[in-house]
């Protein structure tokens, strides 16, 4: 059986504190998505065909743009691909700011290596034109294609420009009510974290401002010395740097396809016995060859079969007292001496035994 690294990890002691900053954020205070239409000219050879009709109608619109007139029938590119642009503007981004671009096909182009993209809109939700996109595309990956051979590495159908969006204006940011009031919403939903944060809000403004309403979102009602577009960022920043100590579920997280096992603080196991057994698996394949016999006409066959032998040693029944800490499981299991994927279908048969107190995630 293949090693797999194994990582038996403790979340954040409970004596341990963290920044309501790094655990939460304001609501309305995030990235702004647009999205636009656009031509990749510059490929060599690898662009839309003429199954793709939209191409040929943009270029076609692009070119009356600049005073030249072609017949769509006379088009023959294979230079030119029609794309998806689209980009996130931070929050509070200004008039100017450098943006990164995501440049996808849209038609059956075989490659966007070596292409530019012309002047293109980024528009918002709301229909406006809050960025533009232009420049080189850089691909990372290859795609080379010869006498019916293909060697390709990454997707190059889709490419990436750095920098290559401007802020033509700021996004809507709104993230202060009329009446002066904000959220702290929760990156993980929690009600005993919620309301650690709510006291811990009140308890440096020296009054009730901050109600947990449920699991994820804290309302925080603004001081009326703090109400000013000035002094509002003042009294975020400080909510920010307030520290808390969050609430943290039990959880093992496991991953099957790697072999990883993650076990979380607070994951406790109740007194049990595990029996294991080590057990090999090996398969050899060979060529079976069936020759036909002299002047029949038959034809020879070659084909493929396979043996297999399982050997298990001796099994041995272990007793683990109640473990309480991550520390006492992992020595645990350390000392039954099992492999990765072994310790998963442990996990896995503690869970269904009903000796782990903790949630079991299988990703």
């Known amino acids: 059986m293949k090693k797999t690294l194994i990582f038996l990890l403790s979340l954040a002691s409970l004596a341990y504190a963290t920044r309501i900053k790094d655990i939460a954020y304001v609501r309305g205070v995030n990235d702004y998505q647009v999205i636009g239409y656009g031509l990749v000219v510059g490929l060599n050879g690898t662009g839309d065909s003429q199954m793709s009709i939209f191409t040929e109608q943009s270029v076609s619109s692009m070119l009356k743009r600049f005073g030249v007139t072609v017949p769509e029938s006379q088009f023959r590119m294979r230079n030119v691909a029609a794309v998806m642009v689209t980009a996130s503007i931070p929050p509070f981004a200004s008039r100017g700011a ?30 406006k034109t809050y960025a533009t996109a232009q420049g080189p595309l850089s691909v990372g990956g290859f795609d080379i294609r010869a006498a019916g051979t293909e060697i390709q590495r990454n997707f190059t159908t889709t490419g990436r420009i750095p920098n290559g969006g401007l802020v033509q204006q700021s996004p809507p940011i709104d993230f202060v009510s009329t009446s002066w009031k904000l959220a702290i919403v929760l990156s993980q939903e929690d009600f005993a974290t919620a309301d650690r944060v709510a006291n811990a809000i009140n308890k440096s403004v020296g009054s009730t401002v901050a109600d947990a309403i449920n699991g994820g979102t804290v309302n925080v009602q603004i001081p009326q010395n703090y109400q000013s577009k000035d002094k509002v960022v003042q009294f975020i920043a400080q909510i920010e740097s307030l520290q808390v100590v969050p609430d943290v579920v039990a959880r093992v997280v496991i991953n099957e396809r790697t072999g990883t096992v993650v076990v979380g603080q607070n994951v406790t196991v109740l007194p049990v016995a595990i029996s294991h057994g080590n057990l090999n698996i090996e398969i050899q394949a060979y060529h079976v060859i069936s020759q036909p016999a002299p002047f029949s006409q038959g034809q020879t066959v070659v084909t493929r079969a396979a043996t297999a032998q399982v050997s298990q040693g001796g099994n041995s029944m272990v007793a683990i007292n109640g473990a309480a800490t991550v520390q006492n499981i992992a ?20 869970k269904a035994a009903g000796a782990l107190k903790a949630q079991l995630v299988i990703m």
Not at 332 to 347: E, T
């Open 331 to 350: 020595t645990a299991l350390n000392s039954l001496k099992v492999r990765p994927r072994d310790i998963i279908a442990i996990f896995q048969a503690l």
């Open 98 to 127: 450098s943006i990164d671009v995501i440049v996808s096909s849209m038609g059956d182009a075989m490659s966007l290596q070596g292409g530019a993209l012309l002047l293109t809109d980024l528009i918002g939700q709301d229909g």
